[in-house]
């Protein structure tokens, strides 16, 4: 059986020093990976990119948080509560499955997160799943709700538990109180956060695809829900593939091509925050390396969706006639910010102003404590808070002699006349609101391994084949190979000297002078090096070096002079490689 694409990039994402699981020398552990140099560099230009398109040119602000944070904010969040994958382990071997991946691997059925434990269990028995381990059968076994979040202590002693952050998010969603005065609260603003975020996976898989620890960027967008919507007209055109439910749900059902601003007005994409930022995604995805016959976004299926998310959208690519999931796009209401005003002491809202004050009448109360404390002792507090929001709930409550409220599931009667109740013409010059959030929330390593996978090419140069990484100039961790042809007779001094200059111009370079010529193109060609630039005596007598292109192979003699611009400009997509001045030169 031929190699998978997915087992020939694994095998030269090690060898080349993309990544490799981390600690081998003790034996490793499943769901981590190190990116080693190239794919450190690779993660860079991605987030650099991500920072570029979903920060500055947005016009958000960047922070960034701690990853352990203490457990009230995860309770408050509910993924204490909730932040469960389904478990299933084998009585056999041990060995813990992730039960919904198992009926996905094994049946027709496409997206079992959404189905309840019961019918999981019954599916196993019914499709008799065994242990991918030992092949061991599963029947009858129970499916628990495994929590995803990794424990930790905060200080000595375990007083004060804490959790490695499972979404950057909750770092943005806590520091609201503070994040709204530094936007003027002024809505929409948008905040966003790159940096690593932890899962306790139950089985990571597919390399850096499903790991333990990875990295997010993700946007929290705070939107007025009555206020104007995002400018459309710049994603309008911005051509995409989508698979909504309806799609989804029907069996001859595919994917529908078309433009963002068609599917806003068929009422595909509902949400014209979702729109906007699918269409600036697409832009974005193309624009680092991912194949756009390669890439969906595909509609969340109602029970598959969080309660409170109205609607939310995946960026999917396709890796080995697999779809996996690089990102998501939710429209999350006010679930986060009423979560933390409700868990904490701080004003999750934002005072939205009037155009011009509105003169409205307001219900107020004013209980007698005087009366409410020897009647109702402990309770007393709380029954003056139950009357004020009866008050402003339901005035006619207070019509007759008396008006009972309640508290914790207890009625309490109070007369009418002891809570000096009135209803007052107040001017007011606006209104406290919860913003609501939508959320991009992208994965880099997912993309990092989709980039490989969508550049990764072989073919045929001089009779030998050949594999390269067709990377785009502007993630490619290398832009220049620097090659003397020997490192004798002052070649080596001048390429050295050369890098120099054109690192000084800001190009990413590496030299190399150890084998030979064919081998030194080849190796760049393995890390995906769009050009590179080789030394030899022509340039010592005339001053020009050979440029070679990495996809097409085709070299060109160019003047010394001015070669970091060209470089620069090749890199940048400011020139083709057809337009450069310069002779063609015989292939290597
Ligand atoms: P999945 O269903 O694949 O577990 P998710 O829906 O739980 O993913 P989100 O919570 O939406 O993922 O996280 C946003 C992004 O973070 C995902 O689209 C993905 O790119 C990335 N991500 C999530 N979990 C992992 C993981 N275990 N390893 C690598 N990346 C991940």
Not at 71 to 76: R, T
Not at 550 to 569: F, G, H, K, N, Y
Not at 574 to 587: N, T
Request: charged share 30%; proline share 5%; net charge negative.
């Amino acid at each position: 059986m031929s190699e998978s694409t997915a087992e020939k990039l694994v095998e030269l994402a090690k060898r080349r020093g993309y990544f490799f699981p981390s600690a081998g020398a003790y034996g490793g552990v499943a769901g981590f990976y190190t990116f080693g140099p190239q794919g450190a560099a690779l993660k860079q230009n991605v987030e650099d990119a991500w920072r570029e398109r979903f920060a500055v040119r947005e016009g958000h602000q960047e922070i960034d948080a701690p990853t352990v944070m203490p457990e009230p904010v995860f309770e408050a969040s509910g993924h204490l509560d909730g932040f469960d994958d389904m478990l299933v382990e084998c009585a056999e071997c041990g060995e813990s499955h992730r039960a919904d991946h198992l009926i996905e691997d094994n049946t027709a059925i496409e997206e079992a997160e959404s189905i309840a434990i019961e019918e999981v269990e019954e599916l196993i028995d019914e499709h008799q799943l065994v242990c991918p381990s030992c092949g061991a059968d599963l029947s009858g076994e129970p499916v628990d709700d495994f929590n995803l979040m990794f424990g930790t202590n905060i200080g000595p002693g375990d007083s004060s538990p804490g959790y490695l952050r499972p979404e950057t998010a909750q770092g943005i969603f806590v520091e609201f109180p503070l994040l709204k005065e530094y936007a003027r609260n002024q809505l929409p603003f948008g905040v966003t956060q790159i940096g690593k975020a932890y899962r306790n996976e139950i089985s990571p898989r597919k390399s850096v695809i499903r790991t333990r620890e990875f990295t997010q960027a993700e946007l929290e967008l705070f939107v007025d829900p009555e206020g104007e919507g995002p400018d459309l007209s710049r994603v309008e055109d911005v051509e995409v593939r989508l698979y909504p439910i309806g799609e989804q749900e029907d069996e001859e059902g595919e994917l529908i091509e078309t433009t963002i601003g068609e599917a806003v007005a068929d009422g595909t994409l509902a949400s014209p925050w979702i729109a906007y930022h699918l269409g600036i995604a697409q832009e974005w995805y193309e624009r680092v390396g991912v194949d756009k016959s390669r890439f969906r976004f595909r509609q969340h299926l109602s029970g598959e969706r969080a309660h409170y998310a109205s609607d939310c959208w995946d960026a999917e690519a396709e890796l080995d006639e697999d779809w996996i999931e690089l990102a998501g796009f939710a429209y999350r209401g006010d679930y986060d910010l009423s979560k933390h005003a409700e868990h904490s002491d701080e004003d999750f809202t934002i005072f939205k102003q009037y155009d011009e004050p509105v003169t409205v009448e307001r219900a107020t109360v004013d209980p007698d404590m005087s009366y409410l404390g020897p009647e109702f002792g402990g309770q007393a507090q709380d029954v003056a808070d139950a009357l004020e929001s009866l008050a402003e709930e339901d005035r006619s409550a207070f019509e007759g002699e008396d008006v009972t409220v309640d508290v914790d599931g207890e009625e309490y009667t109070v007369p009418v006349e002891k809570t000096d109740f009135s209803v007052d013409e107040v001017t007011e010059s606006g209104e406290h609101i919860t913003p609501h959030v939508v959320e991009p929330s992208f994965g880099v390593d997912r993309l990092l391994y989709t980039i490989l996978d969508h550049a990764y090419a072989e073919d045929e140069v001089g009779g030998e084949e050949r594999t390269y990484l067709s990377l785009d100039p502007e993630v490619a961790p290398t832009t220049v190979g620097v090659f003397p042809l020997m490192d004798k007779e002052g070649l080596g001094e001048r390429a050295r000297d050369l890098a120099a200059e054109l690192r000084a111009a800001g190009l990413s370079v590496n030299y190399d002078d150890s084998g030979a010529i064919g081998r030194r193109y080849r190796r760049q060609d393995e890390i995906g090096t769009p050009f590179c630039v080789t030394v030899d005596y022509e340039t010592l007598e005339d001053g020009t070096v050979t440029v070679r292109e990495r996809d097409s192979t085709e070299q060109l003699r160019v003047p010394l002079e001015d070669l970091d611009e060209t470089l620069t400009a090749l890199s940048e997509g400011d020139l083709a490689f057809a337009d450069v001045d310069g002779e063609p030169v015989e292939e290597d």
